[in-house]
């Protein structure tokens, strides 16, 4: 520990005397400084020892000394040294009212002990202090690199736990706790998410610290509220992969910030191996996935081994995604905030998951009904929701950020099929301007509101647009006769009685489309045409 004013006081060479102050002697000292300015404040720092011999002063002035210490005091200076003999006999009694009176902290110097002796004896116990904090921190980083090779990051933050008296917890790239120390740390790193999700919208290497609100009633350490808690990120990349916190009960020393920084190197070397592994096991995904496309279900079992068998056994969904960076996102990686939901959910669940970048797209394969697929729906809608209340419109949401597909549940042999299911279903989502869309949800829906594209509503109106000028001039109906008919599937009697005309003149009119249009109504594909152009021109 520091040098304190006690231990100045048992240092058997210095022979100092306690006047003032007795019960303050265990406050550290950063420094002893010599000075014999009548106001010595401005080049005060706070923690010092000051040594004086009242050369400038009038110490023996009650009114002064008041003043005097009283500055002193609001200054941080943390003890006054006064050395006898040299211009008063005695420490005068208006200073040591005064220092009692403040409660500042007065030492006796004798005359055989020189200031530089009481300099020597403090400067040596700092730099003592500071052997004793590498030394610690070197045995600390021993010991945290033991534990992360034999037990891993958990086996590391038990370590970190114990170097700095208090617990210690390690998020993934999505915020959540993925280990933490003791035990009951867990439920205390859960409640700091919010500041962990702020720390990583900053580029890396960043920190915050916590302070504690607290709650005065506690029903166990694990409901802890009143620790200091650091969070520091990890990673070298522009996003953080992951962060670490530390909770202790007081401001960290020297010792214990060694052991802090070196945790964060350790798990920050853990992090970018991971990152590299990760990008070796997204080669083979890439490779698994163009077989499975390719129609080589059994080639593609094969090389997924172990990595990706269990995936591949049961039924799985295909996610296609697409996305237009935007300024929001720097010029990095659109994909990066589905991905971190998508493998973080499927780690934590203890699931396989496929993620392959392809060109501007991403392909992920998740295992059907899995917490990987769920992370998706829930990441996805949190988008629409915010864009919602933005007040983005359908082409902001379509065109520009996250825009995602996916496919039924499929198997192996059918992924190619569950390839263009996402597509489709991407597809549509651009079209509708939604973040996401399932293809199941197409099937069990209907294809008039994919009508509403302006591409299809120009060809309806152009389609139908001889018809409505016709019928503009009042010379018949035929616009409203063609729908009845369609709707009817040609039955003219049926047609003609919900019209309430005669059913000579339906056909009269009907040959009159067929005419203006020169087509011909007994043409399948022409009645199909028409009715959607009706369909679509009757929703606008």
């Known amino acids: 520990m520091p040098p304190t004013l006690a231990s100045l006081v048992h240092h058997s060479a210095l022979k100092l005397t306690?006047?003032?102050?007795?019960?303050?002697?265990?406050?550290?000292?950063?420094?002893?400084?010599?000075?014999?300015?009548?106001?010595?404040v401005p080049y005060m720092e706070g923690g010092e020892l000051l040594l004086i011999t009242a050369l400038k002063l009038d110490a023996e002035d009650p009114e002064a000394m008041r003043r005097y210490v009283r500055r002193l005091a609001k200054a941080g200076v943390v003890g006054l040294g006064f050395a006898v003999g040299v211009n008063y006999e005695d420490i005068p009694k208006a200073l040591v009212d005064a220092a009692e009176e403040e409660g500042l902290p007065l030492l006796e110097v004798p005359r055989r002990t020189p200031f530089l002796a009481i300099s020597k004896a403090v400067s040596a116990a700092i730099a003592a202090d500071q052997y004793r904090a590498v030394t610690a921190g070197f045995a600390a980083q021993r010991e945290l690199t033991k534990q992360a090779l034999t037990d891993g990051p958990q086996g590391l933050l038990r370590a970190l736990a114990a170097q700095v008296d208090g617990w210690a917890a390690l998020y993934d790239a999505s915020g959540a706790v993925v280990g933490a120390a003791p035990e009951w740390a867990g439920r205390r790193a859960g409640r700091l998410t919010a500041e962990v999700e702020r720390l990583r919208e900053r580029s890396a290497p960043a920190s915050a610290v916590v302070g504690g609100g607290g709650s005065p009633e506690r029903s166990g350490p694990d409901d802890r509220h009143d620790d200091r808690v650091e969070l520091h990120s990890l990673g070298t990349g522009r996003r953080p992969r992951a962060a670490l916190a530390v909770g202790t009960a007081a401001a960290l020393g020297t010792a214990e910030r060694y052991a802090v920084h070196s945790a964060i190197a350790l798990l920050t070397l853990?992090?970018?191996?991971?990152?590299?592994?990760?990008?070796?096991?997204?080669?083979?995904?890439?490779?698994?996935?163009?077989?499975?496309?390719?129609?080589?279900p059994d080639h593609a079992r094969a090389v997924a081994g172990?990595?990706?068998?269990?995936?591949?056994?049961?039924?799985?969904?295909?996610?296609?995604?697409?996305?237009?960076?935007?300024?929001?996102?720097?010029?990095?990686?659109?994909?990066?905030?589905?991905?971190?939901?998508?493998?973080?959910a499927a780690a934590r669940a203890g699931e396989a998951v496929l993620v392959v970048p392809e060109g501007d797209r991403l392909v992920a394969l998740v295992a059907d009904g899995g917490a990987a697929a769920e992370a998706c729906a829930q990441y996805t809608a949190s988008l629409e929701s915010a864009r919602a209340a933005g007040g983005a419109g359908p082409e902001s949401g379509g065109e520009d950020g996250l825009v995602v597909g996916l496919s039924a549940p499929a198997g192996p042999i059918a992924a190619a099929a569950a390839y263009k299911q996402a597509e489709q279903a991407?597809?549509?989502?651009?079209?509708?301007?939604?973040?996401?869309?399932?293809?199941?949800?197409?099937?069990a829906g209907s294809v008039l509101p994919l009508l509403a594209d302006d591409a299809v509503k120009a060809f309806a109106d152009g389609l139908l647009r001889a018809l409505h000028e016709h019928d503009a001039t009042g010379r018949g109906d035929l616009v409203a006769s063609l729908r009845a008919w369609l709707s009817r599937h040609g039955q003219w009697d049926a047609a003609a009685a919900d019209l309430g005309v005669h059913r000579h003149t339906l056909r009269y009119r009907m040959r009159r489309v067929e005419?203006?249009?020169?087509?011909?109504?007994?043409?399948?594909?022409?009645?199909?045409?028409?009715?959607?152009?009706?369909?679509?021109?009757?929703?606008?």
Not at 18 to 40: M, Q, T
Not at 517 to 537: F, I
Request: net charge negative.
């Open 18 to 40: 306690v006047r003032a102050g007795e019960d303050r002697l265990d406050v550290p000292v950063r420094w002893a400084h010599v000075s014999e300015l009548a106001d010595p």
């Open 306 to 344: 172990d990595l990706y068998g269990g995936l591949l056994d049961a039924p799985f969904r295909v996610i296609v995604a697409d996305a237009t960076p935007t300024p929001a996102d720097g010029g990095g990686d659109p994909f990066d905030g589905l991905t971190e939901v998508v493998e973080s």
């Open 426 to 443: 991407l597809s549509v989502a651009r079209r509708r301007g939604r973040v996401f869309v399932e293809h199941e949800q197409l099937a």
């Open 270 to 296: 853990t992090t970018e191996r991971s990152r590299s592994l990760h990008a070796a096991q997204q080669r083979i995904g890439a490779a698994v996935l163009g077989m499975l496309l390719a129609g080589e």
């Open 515 to 540: 005419e203006i249009l020169g087509r011909s109504l007994d043409d399948p594909d022409v009645r199909m045409e028409l009715w959607l152009a009706l369909k679509t021109t009757s929703t606008d």
